[in-house]
């Protein structure tokens, strides 16, 4: 089989949602030995992209979305011991993610994490409902680049700016990028907390990190 | 039956209440705090707000219970006090209702998503919407599932209501605007729900929250062609905006009310409001539909 056709067939086969064949063709990249590099981009990040695409377009919704999300994974998991200078290449951001105290929304968030795995970036999920003081502790601990915060909630967005008002406090504004999510935020919330970013959904988040890890 | 005989009166329009949750943002409801438990911790401001909606002329409001199902519950650790939250609940309503208006007892999603968003499972879904409908079927003249974005998760509801209760029942999904058109979260079609739910022993096919009028409207449009059932409509006043902390819908109540007026005259039979909405927006509609 010609590169090229195994790249797409491994891009169809996310997009197809088939994890049972696409785990085959991670599988047969290992085994032959072939550039996982390539596999990757050209084949599963690929795919994930156009699942990506077929949700804002409205083809798709949530659980497509989370499947294709959860084989990119399954797969990724497979490949990357297989792929430590990979690894390297890709892991440019660490992100930490919860869903901030007192708001025990987690499908948003929980989505956004996923994605931005399936995307190759090490994402640590603190889950939902979690206090100001530990989400600051794990990003510090984790070194992370990133901060993502959920809030789903009118009344717990306020904490989203409280995270902000804590990192000003221990003089960690300028160590994090922190960005925010969920259905009530809006860029004019964004500025008044003077944040780095909001995403209005799980694809926007990815190209959100990005944007803000390439600067 | 006060709720059948509106149905059946042609020139009946019934006005349902306006959001919940905003008017308690306005009374300074804490962070992340649970609505329903409200009911046991300050009765007064509940039964204050259902209060200002059936004085500006609902005639009828429904129960702070959207969020009181064991699965919603226990992820704030409250599933043990259900049955004083759902018997303060009746309480607060109760003593506030007018005689010739209506108590509904509202329903709102579990929360918990099928694989592969989240783990929930029909069975869970259905015993969880039993639990809620037990405790609110002595007192409650009709019922109100709504805000639901899963039509899996409604039948289970629809089931588990007609499984306890022979009350009217109002089926109300939440959909998103799409390049498409008109779906779930979980991507069921506008058509899809309502010819499903044509097939319910319901009374009402409706939606409510997450569109504004204006898509509302249009939603309105298309779905009054796929059913002969009466449609109820909740639309949110618009898109929220915070400033200095606190939440906004800055849609002009007039707006709002104009399109609920064309909705009436496309075939609304049920109006009312969603998250947004206040006692002032509903005593608008009120204006608008007792000059019809």
């Not at chain 2, 005989?5 to 943002?25: M, N």
């Not at chain 2, 929930?120 to 019922?143: I, R």
């Not at chain 2, 409510?208 to 249009?218: I, R």
């Amino acid at each position: 089989m010609l590169k090229e056709e195994f790249f797409k067939g491994i891009s169809r086969a996310i997009v197809d949602l088939d994890e049972v064949k696409a785990i085959e063709y991670a599988k047969k990249a290992i085994k032959e030995n072939m550039n996982l590099l390539d596999i990757v981009e050209k084949g599963f990040a690929d795919g994930i992209r156009k699942v990506g695409e077929l949700w804002e377009e409205g083809e798709f919704f949530l659980p497509e979305l989370m499947r294709g999300a959860q084989i990119m994974q399954s797969c990724l998991d497979l490949l990357m011991p297989h792929l430590q200078s990979y690894s390297e290449k890709i892991s440019q951001g660490t992100v930490v993610i919860a869903t901030i105290e007192g708001d025990i929304h987690s499908i948003g968030k929980t989505l956004v994490a996923t994605m931005l795995r399936a995307y190759g970036y090490e994402v640590f999920d603190l889950g939902a409902d979690v206090p100001i003081e530990k989400i600051v502790e794990e990003a510090i601990e984790k070194n992370a680049d990133i901060i993502g915060i959920s809030a789903l909630l009118t009344t717990t967005m306020t904490g989203q700016k409280k995270v902000i008002e804590l990192l000003n406090a221990k003089n960690l504004a300028n160590k994090f990028k922190v960005i925010f999510g969920g259905a009530p935020v809006t860029n004019t919330w964004v500025k008044e907390c003077n944040a780095d970013g909001f995403a209005e959904n799980a694809i926007g988040a990815v190209r959100l990190v990005k944007s803000l890890l390439d600067k | 039956m006060l709720f059948q005989d509106w149905l059946k009166d042609d020139s009946k329009i019934v006005l349902f209440d306006g959001g919940f949750g905003t008017e308690l943002i306005k009374r300074g409801l804490e962070s992340g705090k649970i609505p329903d438990l409200l009911n046991i911790e300050q009765p007064y401001i509940i039964s204050e707000i259902h209060k200002s909606y059936y004085d500006a002329g609902s005639d009828m409001c429904q129960t702070n219970t959207f969020g009181s199902t064991p699965l919603n519950l226990s992820r704030y650790n409250l599933e043990n006090r259900i049955e004083l939250i759902i018997e303060d609940a009746l309480k607060n309503i109760k003593k506030v209702c007018p005689s010739g208006c209506l108590i509904v007892g509202d329903i709102g999603p579990t929360g918990e998503f099928r694989p592969p968003v989240g783990n929930a499972s029909s069975d869970q879904w259905y015993s969880s919407f039993s639990t809620q409908t037990k405790l609110l079927e002595k007192e409650v003249d009709l019922w109100h599932i709504e805000t639901i974005s899963d039509l899996a998760e409604m039948l289970a509801a629809i089931k588990a209501v007609r499984d306890i209760s022979k009350k009217p029942l109002i089926a109300s999904i939440t959909y998103k605007k799409t390049k498409r058109g008109f779906f779930t979260i979980m991507g069921d079609s506008l058509k899809k729900c309502i010819e499903t739910l044509n097939n319910e022993n319901i009374d009402v096919i409706g939606a409510n929250c997450t569109l504004g009028s204006k898509d509302m409207l249009e939603l309105l449009g298309i779905a009054k062609d796929f059913t002969d059932k009466p449609i109820s409509i909740k639309p949110n006043a618009g898109q929220p905006i915070i400033k200095d902390n606190k939440t906004y819908y800055e849609q002009p109540v007039e707006d709002f009310a104009n399109d609920i007026r064309k909705m009436i005259e496309i075939g609304a039979k049920i109006v009312g409001g969603c998250c947004g909405t206040s006692p002032k927006t509903i005593m608008t509609i009120r204006k608008i539909i007792d000059s019809i």
